[in-house]
């Protein structure tokens, strides 16, 4: 008995979806990124206006001041779509899990004194809290913002801050034996401690910004640039019995911050270019809330380095030249 396998080609009759060809000018053949992403927002046959915000429709352009003749001009220079996006992270957090194993294998938190295990509890562990609030700042502007092209990286990033708590969660378990103590008291530090409150005003407050792209560029430029960099930038010369350690267990928010600032500078550079009104809007915001990390962060940098704050200010004058690098008139 012989068994003949034959091949058949078929021609699709088209190459991607009508809406993504309209944009790619043809019937061409899409990649996986630009199917998921282009023209994706819903425009038109909307059922009511929130009655919570009755002047705006549920995806609505007017939410934030600065004007985009079309909101998927900033795209990701990822090309991050769900599929893409989780293999990228499970990467990354494979890396970030052999080097818990690494740490928890020699005890290289277990040896540490106690005066060090404090000053992790009250200086490290509460970063959590500013992660969750980031958190929800992602996920604001991922309801309120129009256009797939940045709405979907935002909910990515939203998550990728959810993760990086978690991270800070499992430091705190490794300090006090599973136990939960170090977490319980670095929350107590979170909302009692003077050297986060300047950090949790200035999170508490963008937790209540309303144009979100204003909220975007206080995350990434304020937030992310100043207050996250100067915490992990900071391990090694503020925890020496402990700092490599927390170096190597954090070396994901290192891999995270350099992945995302890709997109989030490809986002505010496009849409500062589009216009000099938008430039200077733009650039308005990024001052004022470069300056408001700068001053919310000199307490916790002089906890952390004893520096009398000059750690927080460096990091302000390197948010502004990344900024300035970006086109705004910082």
Known sequence: ??????????????????????????????????????????????????????????????KTAVVMADWYKPLDPRQYYYGSYNIARANMQSAGERNFTFVEE????????????????????????????????????????????VTAP???????Q??????????????????????AAAKQGWMSN???????QMIEDTLVQRDWFELFT?????VNEVVLKLVYGALE?????????????????ADWAADETRWSDAVLKTVAAESEANKALISGWAERW???????????????????GAAARAAGDAARGHGRKLGLAL
């Open 218 to 222: 206080a995350q990434v430029l304020g």
């Open 237 to 253: 010369q503020a925890f020496p019995e402990s700092g490599l350690a927390l170096a190597m267990l954090t070396g994901f928010m």
């Open 194 to 200: 003077p050297a986060w409150q300047g950090v949790r």
């Open 106 to 149: 020699r005890g290289l938190l277990a040896t540490i004194s106690d005066a060090e295990r404090a000053r992790v509890t009250s200086l490290l562990l509460p970063v959590r809290h500013l992660h969750w609030g980031s958190n929800m700042n992602m996920a604001e502007i991922c309801q309120r913002g129009y256009g797939t092209a």
């Open 1 to 62: 008995m012989s068994v003949q396998i034959k091949t058949v080609d078929l021609t699709p009759k088209r190459q991607t979806f009508a809406h993504v060809a309209r944009r790619l000018g043809g019937d061409k053949p899409a990649t996986r990124y630009q199917e998921a992403t282009l023209d994706l927002q819903a425009t038109e046959n909307f059922h009511y206006k929130p009655l919570w915000e009755p002047q705006f429709w549920q995806y609505d352009t007017r």
């Open 154 to 160: 935002c909910i990515f990033s939203a998550g990728d």
């Open 290 to 308: 470069i300056a408001r990390a700068v001053t919310a962060a000199e307490p916790l940098s002089a906890a952390l380095l004893g520096d009398h």
């Open 162 to 183: 959810l993760g990086m708590a978690q991270i800070v969660s499992r430091i705190g378990l490794a300090l006090d034996g599973q136990t939960g103590a170090c977490l």
